[in-house]
């Protein structure tokens, strides 16, 4: 059986021993006829590694070639002579291309384009050619961005992809491949290859060798899902994977549908092989190359210099932090908190759930000092400190981030991400009644749930211990302060932002729960079982209390509270 040919996708050869980087001469070929001391440069390399052939005889030949040089000589020559010798050196070889392959090229625009490379020692000149590297036309337009990410929350820009550049080849590193995808988790593995047969046509994602990749489209999230088949863990003992979001550019007109999942060949990726400036007259890059610039988060705003909180005196006083001046709040005779009846009885079980969390905006808190509240969530996505694989942060700017390990970057609402495979989750859009107070709402996948005692009336706040498993937010180590009262508010709760100590008294009954407001400073609001807004609970007493259904949401403080029959 014949050996099957690789596809050459990307060749990269480095040629050494050049006297001079700049002469399209000695890069070209070497002097001379003695084919046995010849060295093999860049027109042996082209000669031997055809684009097309019929047999042994080459029928067309590679026409885009990037030339990667010395950085400190590229330096100098843009220093000293404005880039004059690169421009020299990339026309030169254009026209010894053309002279001595002008028969195989079929028509193609012979494009050559220079970088400079730290990698690269005095006298080495890298070149690279192949079905996968392109270099754009003069005022070609980008059709598609290609961008990955971890885990769905911080999106890094790995490439452009250009209407007449058909195949791309993404991976671990710049060795074999057109770009590196930044956190590229399967080393040399293999690589994912993009597809591209110019606009009106979907773009096809394809991954080689296919017994070591599984990929996925995701029509609901709009992306790729690669993993690795060989059982390949990460640092927390997650299965590998690499999510793959493929853009159209706003001109862009083709459509983006998933395309048949066929499998490539070869490891790794290019990452000097930047978005090019045109062909025909190349321009050298100076400055360093990179092969995908991550997002950078918004800036964090100076916060106005804040008050210190006074120490909790032993008063009865509600210190709740609320952007309206302080009041005492009225203390309402209650009944104790009973226990669960733990009798095996087909009997009614009410509950409650911690549905989702509300994140404020800070900017009604500033005179507190909070400069930040973060959110952790774990592997389970439940509220966690440690060991958090994903934070959402609000800042005093009353602006979002996601953090994960690959970095922050600002959201919006409203948001979905994947931060662990088969689970999604969600930033909601608070509704108008609720925009003034909080950012978003992050729904739990898993919300905790308590039971309640029926036929007993019970206070929720931060300082009543009913359903204090599902205040998670009750502790200083999710506000960041400024330094001025970090110190003051080191012990701190998150609860005193927004949740008095005690909000509201609830109790069971037929129709669903009968809510009364204990303190005048405290916001409520009613929400459906889909979390839609319903209405802002105002005067609600224990003579003449709301009447929430059963399945229906309260938000107190930053708790979306389900009540269960």
């Not at 890094?156 to 956190?183: E, F, M, S």
């Not at 110019?198 to 394809?206: K, S």
Request: hydrophobic content about 45%.
């Amino acid at each position: 059986m014949m050996p099957r040919l690789v596809p050459n996708y990307v060749q990269r050869e480095i040629l050494a021993g050049i006297p001079d980087v700049f002469d399209a001469d000695a890069i070209w070929q070497a002097p001379g006829l003695a084919l046995f001391s010849r060295r093999a440069l860049l027109r042996d390399l082209l000669e031997q590694a055809p684009r097309e052939q019929r047999g042994r005889a080459a029928t067309r030949c590679f026409s885009h070639i990037t030339l990667a040089l010395p950085q400190e000589e590229v330096d100098d020559d843009r220093h000293l002579t404005r880039g004059a010798r690169v421009r020299e050196l990339t026309q030169g070889l254009a026209a010894l291309h053309q002279k001595d392959f002008g028969d195989l090229l079929q028509g193609d625009e012979v494009r050559y384009r220079v970088v400079g490379a730290e990698r690269l020692v005095p006298g080495e000149v890298e070149v690279r050619f192949g079905h996968a590297v392109y270099l754009p036309a003069p005022g070609e337009t980008i059709q598609y961005t290609v961008s990955v990410s971890r885990d769905s929350a911080v999106w890094k820009t790995v490439c452009p992809v250009y209407p007449n550049q058909r195949l791309t080849l993404i991976g671990n590193d710049d060795q074999h491949a057109t770009w590196a995808a930044p956190g590229w988790p399967f080393g040399l593995e293999g690589s994912i290859l993009l597809v591209n047969d110019g606009p009106g046509t979907p773009i096809e994602v394809q991954v080689r060798p296919k017994d070591a990749f599984e990929c996925v489209h995701d029509a609901a999230q709009g992306y790729y899902i690669v993993r690795s088949r060989r059982g390949g863990v990460d640092a927390a003992g997650a299965p590998l994977r690499l999510l793959l979001r493929v853009t159209p550019a706003p001109s862009a007109v083709a459509p983006l549908a998933p395309a048949a999942l066929v499998t490539p060949r070869l490891p790794a990726a290019q990452a000097s092989q930047e978005a090019a400036p045109p062909a025909s007259a190349p321009v050298a890059q100076p400055a360093r190359a990179t092969a995908a610039a991550s997002a950078v988060p918004a800036a964090e705003p100076a916060p106005a210099r804040p008050a210190v909180w006074k120490p909790r005196m032993a008063a009865p006083a509600d210190l709740t932090a609320v952007p309206a001046a302080l009041q005492a709040a009225p203390q309402v005779p209650v009944a104790a908190s009973a226990e669960a009846e733990a009798t095996y009885a087909p009997v009614s079980r009410q509950r409650v759930a911690l549905a989702a969390l509300a994140l404020p905006r800070l900017s009604r808190y500033r005179e507190t000092g909070a400069q930040a509240l973060e959110i952790g969530l774990d592997r389970a996505l439940a509220p966690s400190a440690p060991g958090s694989i994903i934070r959402f942060a609000v800042d005093d700017g009353d602006t979002l981030h996601a953090i994960t390990a690959a970095g922050r970057e600002a959201i919006s609402v409203p948001a979905s991400f994947r931060p662990v495979d088969h689970t999604a989750l969600e930033l909601l859009a608070p509704a108008p009644a609720m925009a003034d107070r909080y950012c978003a709402l992050l729904r739990l996948p898993q919300p905790p749930a308590l039971p309640v005692a029926p036929g007993v009336r019970q206070v929720f706040g931060r300082s009543t211990p009913v359903l204090a498993a599902l205040r998670v937010l009750d502790s200083p180590r999710f506000l960041r302060h400024a330094a001025e009262t970090a110190a003051a508010n080191a012990t701190s709760s998150a609860d005193r932002l927004g949740l008095s100590r005690s909000a509201f008294s609830f109790e069971p009954v037929t129709e669903g729960y009968r809510i009364a407001r204990l303190s005048p400073t405290q916001a409520l609001y009613h929400l459906d079982p889909d979390l839609n807004f319903v209405a802002a609970i105002g005067e609600a007493t224990a003579d003449a209390p709301y009447t929430l259904p059963a399945g229906h949401h309260l938000v107190a403080g930053h708790y979306v509270l389900r009540f269960d029959a």
